[in-house]
């Protein structure tokens, strides 16, 4: 959901995006049915909001959805050395490119080229991931519990760090907070939600209010002290 503008999109086995107004519809689409039931996840907008890229389950795709005078157009771009990409995420600095994972790598890749410009490979599976206000680090979570944190610059990646009551538990979810950019904030299936100083890879405090897995987790973009999970055990906290 983004704030700049009041759209809201919806992933599963299509895409749609809905005028919040009135909770209209006004874009749909359906990729092609490879695969019996396809199913779209993974959404992320652009710095801009002018586009979304998203993943089709099991495919070696990425489905890229763009604004184009006031029209939304859709079209599928084949991963070409990302084999059935399981994460996705646009840059804060560029929108030809994208940050891609699958199984233990992640990916930089070139939208114009449709290839992968350079990679990274990690210990464990990678779940989710997001680059910081800069791209100058992503913050990387994996299946196994741990969080490591790549440096774009240098390409070198820290040591893994892991939440009490997290190891192997799978990472959920990352966000870095947009008021304190060497704050970073996590949650795994353990329902564990934790928060980071980036500048020392230090755990600061965690909470474990959740009685099942935490699905996601976001930081409120006004209030540096304010932050809020959602799970399955359907609290909100």
């Known amino acids: 959901f983004k704030m700049v503008e009041p759209i809201l999109v919806t992933a599963g086995s299509d895409f749609k995006i809905w005028e919040t107004a009135s909770y209209s519809q006004i874009y749909t689409f359906t ?13 992320s907008w652009s710095t801009d909001t002018t586009g979304l890229a998203s993943i ?4 070696d795709k990425v489905l890229l959805t763009f604004n184009k005078n006031s029209k939304y157009v859709s079209h599928e771009i084949i991963t070409q050395g990302v084999s059935k990409p399981t994460f996705v995420q646009f840059p804060r600095t560029s929108q030809k490119h994208l940050y891609v994972s699958s199984k233990n790598e992640l990916h930089f890749f070139d939208m114009t080229r449709h290839k992968s410009r350079k990679s990274f490979a990690l210990k464990s599976d990678i779940s989710c991931f997001v680059p910081n206000h800069s791209d100058a680090y992503l913050a990387i979570g994996c299946d196994n519990g741990s969080i490591v944190l790549l440096n774009t610059a240098s390409n070198q990646t820290s040591q893994p760090f892991t939440a009490p009551k997290c190891a192997g538990q799978r990472v959920t979810c990352v966000k870095y907070s947009p008021r304190r950019t060497s704050f970073l904030g996590s949650a795994c299936e353990s329902g564990t939600v ?3 100083d980036c500048n020392v890879n230090k755990n600061i405090f965690n909470i474990n209010d959740h009685l099942a897995p935490c699905t996601s987790f976001a930081f409120s973009p006004v209030n ?10 359907k609290k909100l906290i």
């Open 31 to 43: 990729p092609e049915k490879n695969v019996p039931t396809p199913t779209i996840f993974s959404t």
């Open 56 to 59: 089709i389950k099991d495919e």
């Open 194 to 196: 934790s928060f980071w």
């Open 224 to 233: 540096d002290s304010l932050a809020a999970s959602c799970g399955l055990d």
